[in-house]
């Protein structure tokens, strides 16, 4: 790499390093930390921004057809949460108003059994939605969606993209795991 290049590579990355805090510091109101709520709101934007863009790059990459659309909008509806399922931060999970150590084993049991129940149910109808979306798909739109699956490690917990097209690891994290590049030899 010719030398001019790599100084001034070097010298813009310094600058964006120094920028950076400044950045954040004007980002968090001058100083000020954002309160809980206000994070929770800036990560269900952010959210909902991925979402958007996850469904623009599907329906680009896949060069997908008006007829398909209401397809892709089941497939991607069955990714989202039900309503309330995020919980703000703070909120404790148990019965309304119980503090979490008040349960007893046995409710302890019975909410966990619950909630295995209630995602075993989104697992099944999101399976449904992944089935009639790929239906709906032409032959060559499915051997690029099948790519797309492939690229992303087969990883299908939260969905297509849901680590981008299968992270910078695979699916399982990092060096010599599941999934991930081998261990490096140091």
Do not use: C
């Amino acid at each position: 790499m010719p030398s001019n290049f790599r100084q001034a590579a070097l010298v813009a990355l310094s600058a964006a390093a120094i920028a950076a805090p400044a950045a954040w510091a004007q980002d968090e109101h001058r100083g000020q930390r954002p309160t809980p709520d206000q994070m929770h709101a800036r990560m269900q934007e952010m959210r909902e921004a991925h979402e958007r863009q996850r469904a623009a790059d599907l329906r680009t990459v896949l060069r997908l057809r008006p007829d398909q659309e209401p397809a892709l909008t089941a497939f991607l509806a069955s990714h989202k949460r039900p309503e309330g399922g995020g919980k703000p931060p703070g909120e404790h999970r148990g019965p309304p108003g119980a503090p979490p150590m008040a349960m007893t084993t046995p409710q302890r049991l019975d909410e966990m059994a619950r909630r295995d129940a209630e995602h075993e149910a989104r697992r099944k109808a999101h399976a449904e939605a992944l089935r009639a979306f790929y239906a709906a798909l032409s032959p060559d739109q499915r051997q690029v969606f099948d790519a797309l699956q492939r690229m992303q490690g087969g990883h299908e917990h939260g969905g297509f993209g849901h680590h981008g097209f299968g992270g910078m690891h695979g699916p399982m994290g990092g060096p010599g795991r599941p999934g991930g590049p081998p261990p490096r030899d140091e």
